[in-house]
């Protein structure tokens, strides 16, 4: 219960995320982007055709290979002393700081509060043929789990297996996989929302939609 | 009551007035203006008789001031009255020009495009006291009066499609066709059947099409009104405009903005300007036979006086074409043909026939074709002195003479008698092996045939044991200067295909510019092509002295030109040669990319004709390798667009007279050629990671608002499509092209 309200304070305090731009192999790196505070916007364009923003430049033998920003935020840090010198594959040249969106935190929310059903393999990774008629024609809350029900095809190398459900008894509130994609060990497959907590849930998500301030 | 629909009239034409010339101030204009008010205020005050008699006045100056503003016109003014929505449409025409008419090929908005408006029509003729109604099949754009379902007369592909199907259904009825050209361009979509290959079909047919074709050009777009312009007969409103694109593009190329910035309307006039679009620039350089006048300021849907100077003279165009194509025509041409001032009023009493037969049908593809031919004939520059002109076409007589005797004389009874022998020769076979069959029985041997011990053991081993195993490969013949540099290359499917970086002169060396892990193929020269898929040392170039020049006088050009001969080396885009292939003669037309982007003006459509022709009389196959091409030079406007047609029916003789005419596309092939005289060819072949389209994005976005998903003329797209037959690997292009050669070649190689 607590848990819900505390993780939206934890996420408000630092209400982005930090990404490092690291060089993306070897060669001499040139900042476009002088000075910190500079907004960078993601690729856009009906078909992302238009690059995002050129933060850096790499050259390599001769070869100049651009760096632009995939999503948009602010550059937090810039590490200028860098800038006209050979370094290495890996090397942090810069922190994005990407103001995250209503979406991304009702995800990052659910991320943390949901019960995680996790992949045991790698594998592929598919809805029993009734459970998916059900998602597909009422969307993932329509589904009701109990612990133990046969939910999952775990399918690796054409070779097919169940998979049944442990954990608390609810409703899928997020399903984390896509059809004929591998997921890792470990990674989550659906979220669940125990039947307690859902009106919880539901509330703090509505509350996020209605008060989360983008930053501009 | 009557004043006051005569005073809206009025405000009406001044309103048309003012649109027409935009935002230009003219002393005119403001008269009229304060002509108008001042009656208004008038009005109040006078007698009845009184404002009878002021109106009267009043539209005497207006008739006045139009006739003067109308000496004024300039060719941007000329644009916006061909585009008002009050021009005439062909619905008009077809009201009042002909006497009855059934719309076909769709009815207003159920149309499969309704940008197109065909219609079968007929004209009342007397012959004495009969009277004959002479049929006509009635194609053109339709741009309606503010119907914006008509898209503003940009025909879609399957548009033109259906004008084709009509053109034919017109062929087989053996009625002439008359066509109003009033399009600003066609609809760039790539759909099947695709913009550029839709129109370069219909060029080709029409080339070929035994009916009269007479064009009335009133807004002529480049590649739309090629589409179905190509006729015998061709006429233009005064006020209409012909030009290989709008003042909009051509300004908006000038500048050089990208998508979204805007040019300055000065620099938009200035371009139409320098086009030289309008029906008098066409008249004087001969790519319009006659000009129709229109009434003051264009010709709105009112102006019945114009429709019957249109009916007469569209009467009397094919009057002339089908006289020319006739026998007995003596009095009635001299009446039409010979004075120019006559009225064209005599037309309409007098009677020809309008009816082909076999005979008048060649004639008439003869006579079309020497027309086409002659245009543009003075728009290049050919620096080969008198001496040199005279050798080479006394070279091209002797090569028809030997040509004609060899193949269409003696050949003719060649291969009548081998078809003959060989049919002999194929009942004979039968018989004889049926006869036979008994005593081969008899003599059947039991066991594996045995072979000669020399010829086995030179079969299956090395003839040249000391030179080892291996063949040598010493790699290509050209190597790019790409390759000297010592620099990495970044793939551009890095992202997708996870591509490594790749190292200049490998890449540009021995991988002819070709990524060794998605294949995608980097730009390489033309040379590369012309020296490592031809045999070495079989290059022969041939019309070089074929010069591109200025014929337009368009400013700031000649400096470009010559920018682009001294980079180059060349003197047009077009560089023609005689090859050979594994030692088969071939014809091949290069067009370079580096030339001013490959653009196809007169010299470039000249020296495509000659090499066409060559291999006509050579009776070798031709190979159109399109290094790139931008399309028409807009620089030359007409000169270059009236190539799309030209070089089409020099295509269609060619392959009538039995050739292979090949096309090979690489890196970027766009709008004009692709759409007449390249995308007419059966064998349409690409290199890989080439485009090939009929409008660039830009213009696309520009035209029609849409954006195009990436990649959207990428060659495999086009093969999607059905636009072209294969794609080709540059390294195998010379392989590809032996085997197209023997495959498509059939069983003389050259010829059928």
């Given at each position: 219960?607590?848990?819900?309200?505390?993780?939206?304070?934890?996420?408000?305090?630092?209400?982005?995320?930090?990404?490092?731009?690291?060089?993306?192999?070897?060669?001499?790196?040139?900042?476009?982007?002088?000075?910190?505070?500079?907004?960078?916007?993601?690729?856009?364009?009906?078909?992302?055709?238009?690059?995002?923003?050129?933060?850096?430049?790499?050259?390599?033998?001769?070869?100049?290979?651009?760096?632009?920003?995939?999503?948009?935020?602010?550059?937090?840090?810039?590490?200028?002393?860098?800038?006209?010198?050979?370094?290495?594959?890996?090397?942090?040249?810069?922190?994005?700081?990407?103001?995250?969106?209503?979406?991304?935190?009702?995800?990052?929310?659910?991320?943390?509060?949901?019960?995680?059903?996790?992949?045991?393999?790698?594998?592929?990774?598919?809805?029993?043929?009734?459970?998916?008629?059900?998602?597909?024609?009422?969307?993932?809350?329509?589904?009701?789990?109990?612990?133990?029900?046969?939910?999952?095809?775990?399918?690796?190398?054409?070779?097919?297996?169940?998979?049944?459900?442990?954990?608390?008894?609810?409703?899928?509130?997020?399903?984390?996989?896509?059809?004929?994609?591998?997921?890792?060990?470990?990674?989550?497959?659906?979220?669940?929302?125990?039947?307690?907590?859902?009106?919880?849930?539901?509330?703090?998500?509505?509350?996020?939609?209605?008060?989360?301030?983008?930053?501009? | 009551?009557?004043?006051?629909?005569?005073?809206?009239?009025?405000?009406?034409?001044?309103?048309?007035?003012?649109?027409?010339?935009?935002?230009?101030?003219?002393?005119?204009?403001?008269?009229?203006?304060?002509?108008?008010?001042?009656?208004?205020?008038?009005?109040?005050?006078?007698?009845?008789?009184?404002?009878?008699?002021?109106?009267?006045?009043?539209?005497?100056?207006?008739?006045?001031?139009?006739?003067?503003?109308?000496?004024?016109?300039?060719?941007?003014?000329?644009?916006?009255?061909?585009?008002?929505?009050?021009?005439?449409?062909?619905?008009?025409?077809?009201?009042?020009?002909?006497?009855?008419?059934?719309?076909?090929?769709?009815?207003?908005?159920?149309?499969?495009?309704?940008?197109?408006?065909?219609?079968?029509?007929?004209?009342?003729?007397?012959?004495?006291?009969?009277?004959?109604?002479?049929?006509?099949?009635?194609?053109?754009?339709?741009?309606?009066?503010?119907?914006?379902?008509?898209?503003?007369?940009?025909?879609?592909p399957?548009?033109n499609a259906?004008a084709l199907q009509?053109m034919k259904?017109?062929e087989?009825?053996?009625?002439?066709i008359?066509?109003?050209?009033?399009?600003?361009?066609a609809?760039?979509?790539?759909?099947?059947p695709g913009a550029a290959q839709q129109i370069a079909r219909n060029l080709y047919e029409m080339a070929g099409l035994k009916v009269?074709v007479?064009?009335?050009?009133?807004?002529?777009?480049?590649g739309?009104?090629e589409a179905i312009g190509l006729s015998?007969?061709?006429?233009?409103?005064?006020?209409?405009?012909?030009?290989?694109?709008?003042?909009?593009?051509?300004?908006?190329?000038?500048?050089?903005?990208?998508?979204?910035?805007?040019?300055?309307?000065?620099?938009?006039?200035?371009?139409?300007?320098?086009?030289?679009?309008?029906?008098?620039?066409?008249?004087?350089?001969?790519?319009?036979?006659?000009?129709?006048?229109?009434?003051?300021?264009?010709?709105?849907?009112?102006?019945?006086?114009?429709?019957?100077?249109?009916?007469?003279?569209?009467?009397?165009?094919?009057?002339?074409?089908?006289?020319?194509?006739?026998?007995?025509?003596?009095?009635?041409?001299?009446?039409?043909?010979?004075?120019?001032?006559?009225?064209?009023?005599?037309?309409?009493?007098?009677?020809?026939?309008?009816?082909?037969?076999?005979?008048?049908?060649?004639?008439?593809l003869?006579?079309r074709y020497?027309?086409y031919?002659?245009?543009?004939?003075?728009?290049?520059?050919?620096?080969?002195?008198?001496?040199?002109?005279?050798?080479?076409?006394?070279?091209?007589?002797?090569?028809?003479?030997?040509?004609?005797?060899?193949?269409?004389?003696?050949?003719?009874?060649?291969?009548?008698?081998?078809?003959?022998?060989?049919?002999?020769?194929?009942?004979?076979?039968?018989?004889?092996?049926?006869?036979?069959?008994?005593?081969?029985?008899?003599?059947?041997?039991?066991?594996?045939?045995?072979?000669?011990?020399?010829?086995?053991?030179?079969?299956?081993?090395?003839?040249?044991?000391?030179?080892?195993?291996?063949?040598?490969?010493?790699?290509?013949?050209?190597?790019?200067?790409?390759?000297?540099?010592?620099?990495?290359?970044?793939?551009?499917?890095?992202?997708?295909?996870?591509?490594?970086?790749?190292?200049?002169?490998?890449?540009?060396?021995?991988?002819?510019?070709?990524?060794?892990?998605?294949?995608?193929?980097?730009?390489?020269?033309?040379?590369?092509?012309?020296?490592?898929?031809?045999?070495?040392?079989?290059?022969?170039?041939?019309?070089?002295?074929?010069?591109?020049?200025?014929?337009?006088?368009?400013?700031?050009?000649?400096?470009?030109?010559?920018?682009?001969?001294?980079?180059?080396?060349?003197?047009?885009?077009?560089?023609?040669?005689?090859?050979?292939?594994?030692?088969?003669?071939?014809?091949?037309?290069?067009?370079?990319?580096?030339?001013?982007?490959?653009?196809?003006?007169?010299?470039?459509g000249?020296?495509f004709v000659?090499?066409l022709?060559?291999?006509?009389?050579?009776?070798?196959?031709f190979?159109a390798?399109?290094?790139?091409?931008?399309?028409?030079?807009?620089?030359?406007?007409?000169?270059?667009?009236i190539q799309m047609p030209r070089v089409t029916m020099s295509v269609r003789r060619y392959i009538e007279a039995?050739g292979l005419y090949l096309v090979?596309?690489?890196?970027?092939?766009?709008?004009g050629p692709v759409a007449s005289f390249l995308g007419c060819s059966p064998y349409q072949?690409?290199?890989?990671?080439?485009?090939?389209?009929f409008?660039?994005?830009?213009?696309?976005?520009?035209?029609?608002?849409?954006?195009?998903?990436?990649?959207?003329?990428?060659?495999?797209?086009?093969?999607?499509?059905?636009h072209?037959q294969?794609?080709?690997?540059?390294?195998?292009?010379?392989?590809?092209?032996?085997?197209?050669?023997?495959?498509?070649?059939?069983?003389?190689?050259?010829?059928?």
């Amino acid at each position: 219960m607590i848990d819900v309200k505390s993780v939206l304070e934890e996420i408000k305090a630092a209400p982005y995320e930090e990404i490092v731009i690291t060089a993306p192999h070897t060669g001499i790196v040139s900042f476009e982007v002088k000075k910190t505070g500079v907004r960078a916007v993601a690729p856009s364009g009906a078909y992302l055709e238009k690059p995002g923003t050129l933060l850096a430049s790499i050259t390599r033998e001769r070869n100049v290979k651009p760096l632009h920003a995939t999503v948009s935020g602010e550059v937090a840090i810039i590490h200028l002393e860098r800038g006209g010198t050979f370094v290495d594959a890996g090397t942090p040249l810069l922190v994005l700081r990407h103001y995250l969106t209503k979406d991304e935190v009702v995800a990052a929310i659910l991320k943390r509060v949901l019960h995680l059903f996790c992949a045991p393999e790698r594998a592929k990774y598919y809805f029993i043929p009734s459970v998916d008629i059900k998602i597909k024609s009422g969307g993932c809350r329509s589904v009701t789990v109990r612990p133990g029900m046969e939910l999952f095809i775990v399918s690796r190398m054409k070779r097919e297996k169940p998979l049944a459900y442990e954990g608390p008894e609810g409703i899928i509130y997020a399903v984390y996989f896509q059809h004929d994609d591998n997921v890792e060990a470990g990674q989550p497959l659906i979220g669940v929302c125990p039947g307690s907590q859902t009106g919880l849930i539901q509330d703090v998500v509505n509350r996020v939609h209605s008060d989360w301030e983008e930053h501009a | 009551m009557d004043t006051e629909k005569r005073i809206a009239e009025l405000s009406e034409r001044l309103r048309y007035i003012r649109d027409i010339f935009g935002s230009r101030e003219n002393a005119n204009i403001t008269l009229l203006e304060s002509k108008l008010r001042e009656f208004g205020e008038r009005e109040r005050l006078a007698s009845p008789q009184e404002v009878v008699r002021l109106l009267q006045q009043l539209e005497d100056i207006f008739v006045f001031l139009e006739k003067k503003l109308d000496a004024e016109l300039s060719a941007m003014d000329v644009v916006r009255i061909v585009r008002h929505p009050q021009r005439v449409s062909l619905k008009d025409i077809l009201e009042n020009v002909y006497d009855n008419y059934t719309e076909i090929g769709g009815q207003d908005e159920y149309s499969i495009d309704p940008s197109m408006l065909i219609a079968r029509a007929y004209i009342t003729r007397r012959r004495g006291d009969k009277v004959h109604h002479q049929p006509v099949m009635v194609i053109g754009q339709e741009k309606g009066h503010g119907q914006e379902f008509r898209n503003g007369g940009s025909v879609k592909p399957w548009g033109n499609a259906k004008a084709l199907q009509y053109m034919k259904v017109a062929e087989t009825e053996k009625i002439p066709i008359h066509t109003y050209v009033s399009t600003p361009g066609a609809f760039p979509v790539e759909d099947y059947p695709g913009a550029a290959q839709q129109i370069a079909r219909n060029l080709y047919e029409m080339a070929g099409l035994k009916v009269p074709v007479v064009s009335v050009i009133s807004e002529g777009g480049s590649g739309g009104a090629e589409a179905i312009g190509l006729s015998d007969a061709r006429l233009m409103f005064s006020h209409g405009y012909y030009s290989v694109i709008s003042p909009e593009g051509a300004a908006a190329i000038e500048a050089g903005i990208r998508q979204g910035q805007r040019v300055a309307p000065e620099l938009i006039a200035a371009c139409a300007s320098r086009l030289k679009m309008t029906a008098k620039d066409n008249l004087s350089m001969g790519y319009v036979d006659r000009i129709i006048q229109e009434p003051h300021l264009g010709v709105r849907s009112w102006h019945y006086d114009f429709f019957k100077i249109l009916r007469q003279e569209v009467i009397r165009a094919t009057d002339q074409v089908f006289l020319s194509i006739t026998g007995m025509k003596f009095f009635r041409a001299m009446a039409l043909g010979r004075h120019k001032d006559v009225s064209p009023a005599d037309a309409e009493n007098m009677y020809v026939r309008w009816s082909v037969d076999e005979a008048a049908a060649e004639r008439l593809l003869w006579r079309r074709y020497r027309k086409y031919r002659r245009m543009a004939e003075n728009a290049f520059v050919d620096s080969r002195t008198p001496a040199e002109r005279l050798y080479s076409r006394v070279q091209g007589l002797v090569w028809s003479g030997y040509s004609f005797l060899r193949y269409d004389f003696l050949g003719k009874q060649e291969r009548r008698l081998s078809k003959a022998l060989g049919e002999v020769e194929g009942e004979l076979r039968v018989v004889v092996d049926k006869m036979s069959a008994p005593l081969k029985k008899i003599t059947r041997r039991t066991g594996a045939p045995v072979c000669d011990a020399e010829k086995s053991r030179m079969l299956t081993e090395l003839s040249q044991p000391e030179l080892g195993a291996c063949l040598e490969d010493w790699g290509w013949t050209y190597i790019s200067p790409r390759a000297r540099e010592d620099r990495a290359v970044t793939c551009p499917n890095m992202k997708q295909s996870g591509c490594p970086d790749l190292w200049a002169p490998d890449l540009f060396g021995d991988f002819a510019g070709v990524c060794s892990n998605c294949g995608h193929h980097f730009p390489m020269e033309y040379q590369w092509y012309l020296h490592n898929v031809f045999d070495a040392d079989s290059l022969h170039e041939f019309n070089v002295e074929i010069e591109a020049g200025n014929p337009l006088d368009y400013p700031g050009f000649p400096d470009k030109l010559e920018e682009a001969k001294k980079k180059t080396g060349k003197k047009s885009a077009c560089l023609t040669y005689e090859a050979r292939i594994d030692g088969k003669k071939i014809v091949v037309a290069v067009l370079i990319a580096p030339f001013r982007g490959g653009t196809v003006g007169a010299a470039e459509g000249e020296k495509f004709v000659r090499a066409l022709a060559r291999a006509r009389k050579r009776h070798y196959p031709f190979l159109a390798y399109v290094h790139g091409t931008a399309g028409i030079r807009i620089q030359e406007s007409l000169n270059g667009l009236i190539q799309m047609p030209r070089v089409t029916m020099s295509v269609r003789r060619y392959i009538e007279a039995g050739g292979l005419y090949l096309v090979l596309y690489d890196t970027n092939s766009y709008a004009g050629p692709v759409a007449s005289f390249l995308g007419c060819s059966p064998y349409q072949f690409a290199i890989r990671s080439s485009n090939i389209g009929f409008a660039g994005p830009g213009v696309i976005k520009e035209t029609t608002g849409i954006d195009i998903p990436p990649h959207y003329h990428n060659a495999y797209q086009a093969l999607t499509r059905g636009h072209i037959q294969g794609i080709w690997d540059r390294r195998e292009a010379r392989k590809n092209l032996k085997n197209a050669l023997l495959t498509i070649g059939g069983r003389n190689l050259y010829y059928r």
